[in-house]
């Protein structure tokens, strides 16, 4: 079935280190990439998404590139600062209500 | 603008009591929907709701109900609570189904 595998946590880095979580998928068809962030004590919210195969989402300076070759959506971001440690998830959507989601990554970044 | 808002925050229950957890939401959404997280797996839906007055099982429903009050609340009942039920309850909304969802800071349940 549809699923979808991220790395495990947790990741600590630095302040202006380069970031990069791990994000690869199985899927039947042709779904809808996402990053989701959960900052403590908040809800999901929508980091970046990517529709079809070699689009690029970016936000915040975090960028992920959808791979078909490789089944995967890896996100990065150049400098990481104190305020991006958080937990992130990486989830594909197929159809209408169907999303798959990964375990979620927790980033530490330290001053 | 609150966003998605969950009720209670944190809950301890025994095994076979009943609690209903709380979701409003106040950006005019039509659908909803309730989750579950549980330690080293990634967010499993368990119902929702398209629109006001629908409501559909997502991919674990046994052992909860659901009632979509208005279009703003769409509650999630444990009608006897079990300790597999123990985890991190979220609930989100879209505008429409095939949008981006919106989550709340989800309900901690311990199931004793």
Known sequence: GDSVTQMEGPVT?????????NC?????????LFWYVQYPGEGLQLLLKATKADDKGSNKGF???YRKETTSFHLEKGSVQVSDSAVYFCALKMGTYKYIFGTG??????A | NAGVTQTPKFQ?????QSMTLQCAQDMNHNSMYWYR??????LRLIYYSASEGTTDKGEVPNGYNVS???????????????????????????????????FGPGTRLLVL
């Open chain 2, 12 to 16: 301890v229950l025994k095994t076979g």
């Open chain 2, 37 to 42: 997280q549980d330690p080293g797996m990634g």
């Open chain 1, 63 to 65: 960028e992920a590139t």
């Open chain 1, 24 to 32: 690869t998928y199985t899927a039947t068809g042709y779904p809808s």
């Open chain 1, 105 to 110: 990554t927790r980033l530490k970044v330290l």
């Open chain 2, 68 to 102: 979509r009050l208005n279009k703003r609340e769409f509650s999630l009942r444990l009608e006897s609570a079990a300790p597999s039920q123990t985890s991190v309850y979220f609930c989100a909304s879209s505008y429409q189904a095939q949008e981006t969802q919106y």
């Open chain 1, 13 to 21: 880095l630095s302040e202006e280190a380069f970031l990069t979580i």
